[in-house]
């Protein structure tokens, strides 16, 4: 024969007999449309949506950490020509090296930054103004679009005053000069100032007297210009650090016309050039925010592509690229969580088509065993399959693209995931089809002797043994790699596909192991049921039994339901780190960093609402006793505020942690230690480095108690050490517990305090849990965890139907002996449930394992922001909901099967039954 008879004999007629068959079945085959639609969808979906929330969690960080992310060059003053000479144009000088420094960034680098906007100011000093003390010092603006950025609401903008020149022989230390300079409304107010006052000018690097005299208040325009970081007492007076006896702090702003007359009076040192580049979150994307870090961390490491025309190198100031790095380990955590959900997406789909495709040839089963008889080869079976699934793929890829593009514009993003569950559905009725008719009508020749069959049968299950073997021995493997190595890629950093199926594997592996186990456990369920007298369990044990020699169903469930129950465990594992992660930084309701006084803990202590204040003062890499050479931390704590606090929290309280507050000794504070402590005490006398001197030591036991660095620690009480001491020892750290906590702290303006800032539970939690990488990742467990039920349902719905008709010929030989429609629900229903069950036990057990496994692979710390590492927390939602979505798709099987078979013809059916 011919290579074009052959040819034509494999597609001759196929469009016509694929034509006739796609219109008697035109409803499966919009079903199975519909579903590959929604299946590629979701799998192109997925990781668009993850991109999408790795950009926006690149923008959120940069937002959030201004000022911290902003790119500032750093210079001092200008060496003038001749000391004591006004420098004629200093505002347009200072323009002119923002743009040369602009101009000197990277190309790559430039691209990502704002226009430059520039700030001079000076140090802060203390001046006496009419109300008292004030710490003042003066700044110069210039932003980044040239507008003014205040409005004058009193008096006059700043003019250039006459010039004062030195007498013969008059040093310039002697000569007196005058700047006219502007105050803000509430800066005046503060300070009591008017129009037309003096105030002495003292910052460092002075070369002359200087005087500033008050000429204009103004209001700044827009607060939040970022010209203004780091002017804050510029824009409006602020409290003023506390024990300086100063009544507020409050900047006064010079204007391009009298800069000069401030700068004649300074050294270059005495004045500070910013020029601040902001970050453009807008264009930032993740992929991007990589080059960006790694951009600025070189020019920070050397900066002199901006040298100046006067050979000055300013300073790189930034926390950019520590931001952005921060969050690329971030980022790498919740990739690889996503990674894995994309696979089991891809793979319960897969599955579900392939579910769906032996659907549709278990109904054509007698046309294609019919069409083999008439002497159709497997090919042409095969093509005629092809040439209906190709055009029904081909049409629900397109629905699926065009959806994608109206729900995310983005075009970039991986196209694998959807071109696998298309290839399935390609594929799948085609193979299946061709599988089927070759096991019928094949010709295919069997040895007489039975040793020799033996021995055939012998080979086919040796060769399903190694298959079996083999997915058992990739499954073993990938779980030793990611948990050696983490689900990325050690060369590219990128996702490693086969370590992120790991789940999807040993469900594999737990499918072939409960395939061995369901046939005998059947088999025994049967010998029971023929036991006793009800007949519709003894057909469902039989028909079970044969049902589950086909372990597709088997895997697409047990896969679902492991990866459901992992989804709902991941989630329910981030939710309370979440809330761990901001018990263990918090460490109470509310924290203040930074010094805070006595009087103003005892007043947080009397709020309403407050049940406990600890304020503790920690000092590192303290000597402790004498040439021990023994370094520890010092904990100085509150001491029996702390063991309430513990107490309330449920963490173990040492005995005599609450007593150290009792000294029995005036020269001796009563301190805990670490164990490893214990043989330097009894060695050396129990002293310990505090301020500038040994502090004596009476120790009264151990403690677990460490620092921060987990150093050996040395606890004692605050006031104690205090008083052994002779000098004040203010607080540091301060933990408030109490529903009135925030409250207390808002009241007393604690957070106004110069060097203090305050964080709250609620607030780290708040922050946290909005940032977009975070919720977005969450988002995505949940609904990942909801998809994936669905695909539970779907899958079981198409395993019930699969079966159907041949389940029906079987019912209507009962309906004959009296069978009554609720026992022949029953039968079908107990004709699935032992592979449901084993397919929940199974994937419930992969599931709890899963998440424990690979804890430190998954990188759920970025999720949950816990410093000492995440643990798994077990709990039963997740098998409810797949418990609870088994039982759904059951029931829907069952009813569909139930409705479709009301109006059969019992004669018909009995004589199909007996062909």
Not at 424 to 452: E, I
Not at 666 to 686: D, G, K, N, Q, Y
């Amino acid at each position: 024969m011919s290579l074009t008879t052959r040819v034509r004999t494999v597609v001759g007629a196929g469009p016509l007999v694929t034509r006739r068959r796609a219109a008697t079945d035109a409803g499966l085959l919009v079903l199975t449309g519909a579903l590959a639609a929604a299946l590629v969808l979701v799998a192109l979906l997925a990781p668009r949506l993850v991109m999408s929330v790795a950009d926006r969690g690149a923008r959120d960080v940069v937002e959030r950490g201004r000022p911290g992310t902003d790119v500032i060059a750093e210079v001092g003053g200008v060496d003038p020509p001749v000391a004591g000479v006004r420098p004629p144009e200093p505002a347009d000088d200072l323009r002119r090296d923002a743009a040369t420094i602009s101009d000197g960034v990277p190309a790559t680098l430039r691209g990502y930054l704002t226009d430059p906007m520039t700030t001079t100011t000076t140090s802060a000093w203390y001046a006496q103004v009419p109300a008292g003390v004030a710490a003042g010092r003066v700044g110069h603006v210039l932003p980044s679009d040239g507008s003014d950025p205040v409005r004058w609401v009193a008096g006059r903008a700043p003019a250039l005053l006459p010039d004062v020149q030195p007498a013969e022989g008059q040093p310039l230390a002697d000569l007196q000069r005058h700047v006219e300079v502007g105050v803000s409304v509430t800066g005046a107010e503060a300070m009591g100032l008017e129009l037309g006052d003096e105030v002495v000018v003292k910052p460092g690097g002075l070369l002359t007297r200087l005087t500033a005299v008050v000429v204009g208040t103004y209001e700044v325009v827009d607060p939040d210009d970022p010209v203004w970081s780091g002017l804050a007492d510029l824009v409006e007076a602020r409290p003023a650090p506390r024990g300086t006896g100063a009544i507020a702090a409050a900047g006064f702003l010079v204007s391009d016309a009298s800069l000069p007359d401030l700068l004649v009076a300074l050294a270059p040192t005495g004045t500070t050039t910013q020029v601040r580049f902001l970050a453009r979150a807008d264009q930032l994307t993740a992929d991007g925010a990589e080059t960006l870090a790694t951009e600025v961390a070189a020019l920070s490491a050397d900066p002199t592509p901006l040298r100046l025309m006067d050979a000055r190198v300013p300073l790189i100031k930034t926390g950019l690229d520590d931001a952005l790095n921060a969050y690329r380990d971030r980022l790498a955590g919740a990739t690889a969580q996503a990674s894995v959900l994309l696979a089991g997406l891809v793979a319960v789909g897969a599955l579900t088509l392939l579910l769906a495709a032996r659907l549709l040839v278990e109904r054509r089963a007698s046309l294609y065993t019919l069409e083999r008889a008439r002497g159709a080869s497997v090919a042409s079976v095969g093509w005629r399959a092809l040439l209906e699934s190709v055009p029904v793929t081909t049409l629900a890829c397109a629905v699926a693209v065009g959806a994608l593009a109206v729900l995310v514009p983005r075009t970039g993003g991986a196209w694998w995931p959807g071109a696998a569950v298309a290839a399935v559905g390609v594929l799948a009725p085609a193979v299946l089809a061709a599988t089927l008719v070759r096991r019928s009508w094949t010709g295919r020749r069997v040895p007489a002797n039975r040793a020799d069959r033996d021995r055939l049968a012998a080979r086919r299950r040796t060769r399903r043994l190694v298959a079996e073997l083999t997915l058992l021995a990739l499954a073993g493997g990938a779980l030793a790699s990611v948990r050696a190595r983490g689900l990325l890629a050690s060369s590219t950093g990128g996702v490693d596909w086969l370590l992120a199926a790991t789940p999807v594997l040993l469900a594999g592996a737990s499918t072939v192991l409960v395939s061995h186990v369901l046939p005998p456990a059947l088999r025994a369920l049967r010998r029971a049921a023929s036991r006793g007298p009800a007949l519709a369990g003894l057909v469902a044990a039989a028909r079970a039994e044969r049902a589950s020699r086909t372990a597709i169903p088997l895997l697409t469930l047990t896969v679902a339901v492991a990866l459901v129950v992992f989804s709902g465990l991941t989630v329910a594992t981030v939710d309370r780190g979440q809330q761990r992660a901001a018990d263990v930084l918090v460490g109470g309701d509310v924290r203040v960093d930074g010094p805070v006084d006595d009087a103003t803990l005892d007043a947080l202590r009397d709020a309403p609402g407050v049940t406990s204040v600890v304020g503790t003062r920690m000092w590192v890499s303290r000597t402790f006793g004498i040439g021990s050479g023994v370094d520890v931390t010092l904990l100085a704590v509150d001491a029996q505020a702390l063991a309430e606090l513990r107490r309330s929290a449920g963490d173990p309280v040492e005995p005599g942690l609450a007593s150290l507050g009792e000294q029995t000794s005036p020269t001796a504070a009563p301190a805990l230690i670490s164990p490893e402590l214990e043989r330097v005490a009894e060695a050396f006398a129990p002293q310990v480095w505090a301020t500038d001197v040994f502090a004596p030591l009476d120790v009264q036991g151990t403690t677990s108690i460490r620092g921060d660095d987990g150093a050996p620690t040395v606890v004692v009480d605050r006031a104690v050490l205090a008083s052994v001491l002779g000098t004040e020892v203010p607080a540091q750290y301060t933990r408030l517990l109490g529903p009135g906590a925030v409250r207390a702290v808002t009241d007393l303006a604690v957070a106004e305090t110069p060097g203090v800032t305050v964080l709250s539970r609620e607030g780290w939690l708040e922050d946290w849990t909005s940032s977009p990488l975070t919720a977005g990742l969450r988002t995505l467990m949940v609904v990942s965890q909801v998809a994936l039920a669905l695909l539970a349902v779907v899958a079981l719905v198409l395993t019930v139907v699969a079966t159907a008709r041949d389940r029906r010929r079987t019912l209507h030989v009962l309906r004959t002996l009296g069978l009554d429609p609720g026992t022949a629900r029953r039968l079908s229903a107990g004709e699935v449930l032992p592979l449901t069950v084993a397919a929940l036990l199974a994937g419930s057990a992969i599931g709890f394992v899963v998440p424990w496994l690979l804890l430190s692979a998954l990188g759920l710390t970025a999720l949950t922001g816990e410093p000492d590492g995440t643990h798994v927390a077990f709990t039963w939602q997740p098998v409810a909901i797949a418990v609870g979505a088994l039982l759904a798709g059951l029931w829907v099987a069952v009813e569909i099967e139930a409705r479709t078979r009301r109006d059969d013809d019992l004669a018909v059916g009995i004589r199909e039954a007996e062909r």
